[in-house]
């Protein structure tokens, strides 16, 4: 084993890709199609579904019921992920998404998940004391507001449809969609316009 | 066993870690919990097969929501936590 794991990655890869290839498990094609998904999620992407929810409420309605066939309407791949959830914050309920027992992250959406995500911190943090957590992020919440902690435990993913901030009546979608980052879609921050 | 919304539940206070190697996606800090069904996610193999590579039936999968204060009792009334939890984790409370 030892000379295994002294062994160079890339050569490492190569064998494992000559091996899946040989015994037909994969081609060279399909590795490359994954790779090209793999890369082109990010939060980019989660920004995206986010601005066009806030400015079509037939689509926002259809990502609450179906967040996985509807962002696949926007033809973002999602064959072999798990199943899209996504939770709506209101003025009086904030969404905070954690996974206490790994790092479960809705990936096909918002890319790779952050490092903080996967920190023992985070995860421990996120139930305990959810309101102490989101302070640290300077995040504000209104005192009527009652906070969610979202628990990612089995087989969905989960992201969070934040509110749109005041300020941005009549701005395009791709305005919109730069004012969102990828924790005001964890829940640890909220978007803002100023 | 079909668990309608609004169910109030009691999660299993086992710890199967205790007898042997296991895969568990019941976080501790909810077993002997009370909770409340809010929606039933879906059927989907039982992790605790899957992870050793063993015939996998279909579980029912809900989101069962507990209060804050119920796991944690110095958080703040009326916040909440929302964790997916198979239907062989969960009892009627």
């Not at chain 1, 980019?44 to 609450?64: M, N």
């Amino acid at each position: 084993m030892s000379t295994l794991v002294e062994t160079d990655a890339e050569t490492l890869l190569a064998a494992l890709r000559g091996l899946l290839a040989a015994k037909g498990l994969a081609t060279p094609a399909e590795i490359a199609e994954r790779l090209a998904i793999t890369e082109k999620a990010s939060p980019a992407q989660g920004a995206r579904i986010v601005a066009k929810a806030w400015t079509d409420p037939a689509f926002r309605a259809r990502l609450l019921a179906d967040g996985t066939a509807t962002v696949e309407g926007l033809g973002i791949p999602m064959r072999g992920a798990p199943p899209l959830g996504v939770l709506e914050n209101t003025p009086d309920l904030h969404h905070l998404v954690v996974c206490t027992l790994c790092s479960c992250y809705p990936r096909a959406v918002l890319g790779y998940p952050p490092f903080w995500y996967k920190s023992a911190g985070y995860r421990a943090r996120a139930v305990r004391d959810p309101r102490g957590l989101i302070a640290e992020w300077g995040t504000k919440l209104p005192d009527t507001t009652r906070i969610r902690v979202v628990d990612s435990t089995a087989d969905y993913r989960w992201m969070v449809l934040p509110l749109r901030p005041a300020g941005t009546d009549g701005w395009s979608e791709d305005a919109l969609a730069a004012l969102v980052h990828e924790g005001d879609m964890v829940g640890v921050s909220v978007p803002s316009a100023g | 066993m079909d668990l309608a919304p609004g169910t109030e539940v009691r999660v299993k206070d086992d710890w199967p870690e205790t007898r042997g190697p296991c895969h568990i996606r019941t976080p501790h800090y909810v077993r002997g919990r009370r909770g409340r069904i809010l929606r039933r996610l879906g059927a989907f193999p039982n992790p605790e097969d899957l992870a050793f590579a063993r015939p996998a039936p279909t579980r029912a999968l809900y989101h069962v929501l507990f209060d804050e204060t119920a796991l944690f009792p110095d958080s703040r009334q009326g916040d909440d936590l929302l964790v997916e939890l198979f239907e062989h984790w969960l009892e009627p409370a």
